[in-house]
């Protein structure tokens, strides 16, 4: 049985406070607002990529899309590889070092320069996602399965306070800017993305220190064909294991809504609703800070009422949302829709990661390669859940449409995960 050790407990939520920076200021918040100002002249769109003219919103949105099914293609490979070297830790600092040094990269973006300023956003990308496969793959060798669920959420909320405290001071720098010294807000925009990756940099290096080395599992012949075996042995393990598969493909389900929502949700606020970008950045905060109490609080009443409960109380919360953002017509109305947003945000993710580890055979040593899976199956549902409702929209001219396409992701999801057998590794545990 695993004992808990607070001390590797705390380094291995500090790598979620390090690289939630990322998703907060990269993806959701400040990039793409400067993304759209620097690539945008006189209302023209359209931007010159390596001699094509493509829409920048489209290229963006493109570049995301390569770098998660290039992921999706090298991850299960590399799981495999360091399962058996026992190198998770090597394989986390890699891809923390790709991405926080390509943050920084985003520092000499200006707009002229558009082919820089892809590459490294797509190597952001897979830096942040490809590490967050070793990440996800620790929890189960380091925490006591009764405790799986809260110190999940607690590293998500570590990863949300964290990552509004730099949002919170690079939003003070660009407002004050002139006050500050600086001519015009270009500079200290950038400033953000400099700091980005040195706090990305910076506080990983608590996690690496601290961090037991990951277990070796004996093998023979070369570890890059074994790859490729325990890639299908996990394949196989699935048909044995279906309760695995079942939530695999609930996930999936929901998850195409959860991240599409996450990614989406400022765009559709600016475009159906006309909101200004303070407002959107206070509704972006919103969101960040009740997920905090949110994951702790859906993780207290998994560890009463069993994981499968909390998950399906989550998802038709997520279905109300979905079809209130069909209806909301002002700001106060979207505030408060951003509020419940926010209060299943972390709780959906945090439960998600726990409730996969909790299904995991027993005494399971390839814990990398069967986390491969859950985020293969979480940035291939990534991808198409932004591209339908941008189809959706496309086609019927509303994006208010396309919060009914997503409405549809929870409900089948959530008809997925009723059909997961609860035999007692779901259950709540106590203290």
């Given at each position: 049985?695993?004992?808990?050790?607070?001390?590797?407990?705390?380094?291995?939520?500090?790598?979620?406070?390090?690289?939630s920076v990322y998703s907060l200021v990269i993806t959701?918040?400040?990039?793409?607002?400067?993304?759209?100002?620097?690539?945008?002249?006189?209302?023209?769109?359209?931007?010159?990529?390596?001699?094509?003219?493509?829409?920048?919103?489209?290229?963006?949105?493109?570049?995301?899309?390569?770098?998660?099914?290039?992921?999706?293609?090298?991850?299960?490979?590399?799981?495999?590889?360091?399962?058996?070297?026992?190198?998770?830790?090597?394989?986390?600092?890699?891809?923390?070092?790709?991405?926080?040094?390509?943050?920084?990269?985003?520092?000499?973006?200006?707009?002229?320069?558009?082919?820089?300023?892809?590459?490294?956003?797509?190597l952001a990308s897979i830096g942040y996602a490809g590490?967050?496969?070793?990440?996800?793959?620790?929890?189960?060798?380091?925490?006591?399965?009764?405790?799986?669920?809260?110190?999940?959420?607690?590293?998500?909320?570590?990863?949300?306070?964290?990552?509004?405290?730099?949002?919170?001071?690079?939003i003070v720098v660009i407002i004050f800017h002139k006050?500050?010294?600086?001519?015009?807000?270009?500079?200290?925009?950038?400033?953000?993305?400099?700091?980005?990756?040195?706090?990305?940099?910076?506080?990983?290096?608590?996690?690496?220190?601290?961090?037991?080395?990951?277990?070796?599992?004996?093998?023979?012949?070369?570890?890059?064909?074994?790859?490729?075996?325990?890639?299908?042995?996990?394949?196989?393990?699935?048909?044995?294991?279906?309760?695995?598969?079942?939530?695999?493909?609930?996930?999936?389900?929901?998850?195409?809504?959860?991240?599409?929502?996450?990614?989406?949700?400022?765009?559709?606020?600016?475009?159906?609703?006309?909101?200004?970008?303070?407002?959107?950045?206070?509704?972006?905060?919103?969101?960040?800070?009740?997920?905090?109490?949110?994951?702790?609080?859906?993780?207290?009443?998994?560890?009463?009422?069993?994981?499968?409960?909390?998950?399906?109380?989550?998802?038709?919360?997520?279905?109300?949302?979905?079809?209130?953002?069909?209806?909301?017509?002002?700001?106060?109305?979207?505030?408060?829709?951003?509020?419940?947003?926010?209060?299943?945000?972390?709780?959906?993710?945090?439960?998600?990661?726990?409730?996969?580890?909790?299904?995991?055979?027993?005494?399971?040593?390839?814990?990398?390669?069967?986390?491969?899976?859950?985020?293969?199956?979480?940035?291939?549902?990534?991808?198409?859940?932004?591209?339908?409702?941008?189809?959706?929209?496309?086609?019927?001219?509303?994006?208010?449409?396309?919060?009914?396409?997503?409405?549809?992701?929870?409900?089948?999801?959530?008809?997925?995960?009723?059909?997961?057998?609860?035999?007692?590794?779901?259950?709540?545990?106590?203290?």
């Open positions: 049985m695993i004992q808990e050790n607070k001390k590797v407990i705390n380094a291995w939520c500090m790598y979620d406070w390090a690289n959701s918040a400040i990039f793409p607002a400067y993304y759209n100002a620097v690539t945008s002249k006189n209302g023209v769109t359209n931007v010159d990529f390596f001699g094509f003219s493509i829409n920048n919103s489209v290229l963006l949105a493109y570049s995301l899309a390569f770098s998660f099914f290039f992921l999706s293609v090298i991850l299960p490979v590399l799981s495999g590889i360091a399962d058996y070297s026992g190198k998770k830790k090597s394989f986390l600092k890699v891809f923390m070092y790709i991405g926080s040094i390509s943050c920084m990269g985003l520092f000499w973006f200006t707009g002229k320069n558009i082919e820089w300023g892809i590459i490294c956003s797509v590490g967050l496969v070793f990440y996800d793959a620790y929890l189960p060798e380091i925490a006591p399965k009764e405790k799986m669920d809260i110190i999940s959420a607690k590293g998500y909320s570590m990863g949300y306070i964290g990552s509004v405290i730099l949002m919170t001071a690079n006050d500050l010294g600086f001519e015009n807000v270009d500079l200290p925009t950038r400033l953000a993305f400099l700091c980005v990756g040195l706090w990305w940099m910076g506080f990983s290096q608590i996690t690496f220190y601290n961090l037991p080395k990951s277990k070796t599992i004996e093998t023979e012949g070369s570890l890059f064909s074994k790859g490729y075996q325990e890639l299908r042995k996990v394949l196989k393990s699935l048909k044995v294991h279906k309760d695995i598969k079942t939530f695999l493909t609930s996930f999936f389900l929901y998850n195409m809504g959860v991240q599409t929502v996450m990614y989406l949700a400022a765009t559709f606020a600016a475009d159906e609703l006309k909101m200004e970008t303070n407002s959107l950045i206070t509704t972006i905060l919103i969101i960040q800070l009740v997920a905090i109490p949110g994951a702790y609080l859906f993780a207290k009443l998994s560890k009463r009422n069993g994981n499968k409960l909390s998950i399906s109380i989550m998802l038709v919360i997520w279905i109300f949302i979905c079809f209130a953002a069909y209806l909301v017509t002002n700001e106060s109305q979207f505030y408060l829709l951003a509020f419940v947003v926010g209060l299943v945000m972390g709780g959906i993710q945090a439960l998600s990661r726990a409730t996969y580890s909790k299904l995991l055979p027993e005494n399971t040593q390839d814990t990398a390669s069967f986390f491969s899976f859950y985020d293969v199956a979480f940035y291939l549902s990534s991808a198409l859940g932004t591209l339908s409702f941008g189809f959706v929209q496309q086609v019927t001219g509303s994006m208010r449409n396309s919060t009914i396409a997503l409405a549809i992701y929870f409900i089948a999801g959530l008809v997925v995960l009723l059909r997961l057998k609860d035999n007692g590794k779901l259950k709540g545990y106590a203290s």
